[in-house]
């Protein structure tokens, strides 16, 4: 087992989480209630969240190496690593097609802009995917009855986000997508850690 790899599942999520918050808060011209975190990737500052979404793209597919020798170990499904090492590219090429301007029409979202979108919705789609994935093929039960809940919650925010995105700009969830995402991401991340920890408990026996 590589420990440094290992390590990235920790590292990488935290430092995500850390750095877009901070950047919500120091730049006046944005608000973490309601803005995206892809959001950040725009304006003079953009390069630093765009920069936090390919470290934490590279993280996430380092881990997913990481976490082979244990799923073969441990009769885990190789479809977990797969699915990190999927949503790390997704990050990292998200950071690299940044997103329109949200005030820019559909119609003419540019092709980074539609890049970015479909890089988004991959990345919500899989995050509850390896929760609910993890919650029938990991050995630990107590961390399967944990991932099952993640997945849940998480389905629930990006539920929340949809209908917030059909809604018009004064209702109260349009007003509060920031949060609502935030909800997702950081509860996904926290969950990415808790397997990293983990994945380290369970190399030390193979």
């Known amino acids: 087992m590589n420990s440094i790899s290992l390590q990235m599942g920790k590292v990488g999520p935290a430092l995500f989480v850390i750095?877009?918050?901070?950047?919500?808060?120091?730049?006046?011209?944005?608000?973490?209630?309601?803005m995206p975190v892809s959001a950040l990737s725009l304006g003079p500052l953009g390069w630093i969240q765009i920069l936090n979404f390919v470290i934490v793209g590279i993280s996430f597919v380092v881990f997913s190496f990481a976490l082979l020798?244990?799923?073969?170990?441990?009769?885990?499904?190789?479809?977990?690593?797969?699915?990190?090492?999927l949503i790390g590219c997704s990050l990292a090429f998200s950071g690299l097609f940044t997103m329109d301007a949200p005030d820019i029409p559909r119609t003419s979202w540019t092709f980074h802009g539609w890049m970015h979108q479909i890089l988004g919705a991959?990345?919500?789609?899989?995050?509850?995917?390896?929760?609910?994935?993890?919650?029938?093929?990991?050995?630990?039960?107590?961390?399967?009855?944990?991932?099952?809940?993640?997945g849940c919650f998480i389905v629930v925010s990006i539920f929340a986000m949809k209908v917030a995105q059909l809604q018009g700009p004064e209702a109260f969830l349009f007003s509060h997508?920031?949060?609502?995402?935030?909800?997702?991401?950081?509860?996904?991340?926290?969950?990415?850690?808790?397997?990293?920890?983990?994945?380290?408990?369970?190399s030390k026996n193979l």
Request: proline share 5%; net charge positive; charged share 15%.
């Open 69 to 85: 020798p244990v799923a073969k170990g441990r009769s885990w499904s190789r479809i977990l690593p797969v699915l990190l090492f």
């Open 19 to 34: 750095v877009f918050t901070v950047s919500g808060w120091v730049r006046p011209d944005y608000s973490t209630v309601r």
């Open 177 to 202: 997508f920031g949060i609502l995402q935030r909800v997702a991401i950081v509860s996904y991340m926290f969950w990415v850690i808790t397997l990293a920890f983990m994945t380290e408990r369970a």
């Open 122 to 150: 991959t990345v919500f789609l899989l995050f509850p995917t390896c929760c609910f994935v993890s919650s029938w093929t990991v050995r630990h039960s107590r961390f399967r009855r944990w991932s099952f809940v993640v």
